[in-house]
Antibody, heavy 127, light 111 residues
């Protein structure tokens, strides 16, 4: 069974660095084809993709936030991390991590999908 | 950046009706390998998003056949025939052909 769980500071002040952890089970980030993505959602608003890290350590970042984001992983402890520097109130959101893995239904060629999501971690930036 | 424009923003339906959601991309979503990496996710109230459709038209495991994805290039549609109570929530299209992007969402609610 694949599970993911996000954890973070809950509340932090403007200009600080936000550090988030995604702890997962049921898969390994050292397995070929496996990636973990971070997505956030401000209250009452839509989803925003932030970053993705894959098994071979390739990384992708949202261009609009790239200068502030750092994604990393600890494969031995089944964790992925996201750091966001210089936060402000606009970074207040629920932060999700999701597994991106190849899915094959036996018919259509295998394709990477976000097939499992965590429950989300609430982060508030406030002075 | 690729922009995904979803319409309508909200959709009020009667149970049993058909619902249709459009997702238009600012660039073609066909990748150089010939595949189109367009997905649909549903976020039910108070829950995390869940995958419905991948590769434009392929239903994920366990997704009922009343969910039908279609389209190509820059224009995509999700149709839900015979809307049921568990279908209510916000639908997002998502593209992974270029830098990943979500649409702004379409809220499906009861009339």
């Amino acid at each position: 069974q694949v599970t993911l769980k996000e954890s973070g500071p809950g509340i932090l002040q403007p200009s600080q660095t936000l550090s988030l952890t995604c702890s997962f089970s049921g898969f390994s980030l050292s397995t070929s084809g496996i990636c973990v993505s971070w997505i956030r959602q401000p209250s009452g608003k839509g989803l925003e993709w932030l970053a993705t890290i894959c098994w071979e350590d390739s990384k992708g970042y949202n261009p609009s936030l790239k200068n502030r984001l750092t994604i990393s992983k600890d494969t031995s402890n089944n964790q992925a991390f996201l750091k966001i520097t210089s936060v402000d109130t606009a970074d207040t959101a629920i932060y999700y991590c999701a597994r991106r893995a190849e899915y094959y239904d036996g018919y259509y060629p295998p394709m990477e999908v976000m097939d499992a999501w965590g429950q989300g971690a609430s982060v508030t930036v406030s002075s | 950046d690729v922009v995904l424009t979803q319409t309508p923003v909200s959709l009020s339906v009667t149970l049993g009706d058909q619902a249709s959601i459009s997702c238009r991309s600012s660039q073609s979503l066909e990748y150089s390998d010939g595949y189109t990496y367009l997905e649909w996710y549903l976020q039910k109230p108070g829950q995390s998003p869940q995958l419905l459709i991948y590769g434009v038209s392929n239903r994920f495991s366990g997704v009922p056949d009343r969910f039908i994805g279609s389209g190509s290039g820059t224009d995509f549609t999700l149709k839900i025939s015979r809307v049921e109570p568990e279908d209510l929530g916000v639908y997002y299209c998502f593209q992974a052909t270029h830098e990943n992007t979500f649409g702004a969402g379409t809220k499906l609610e009861l009339k």
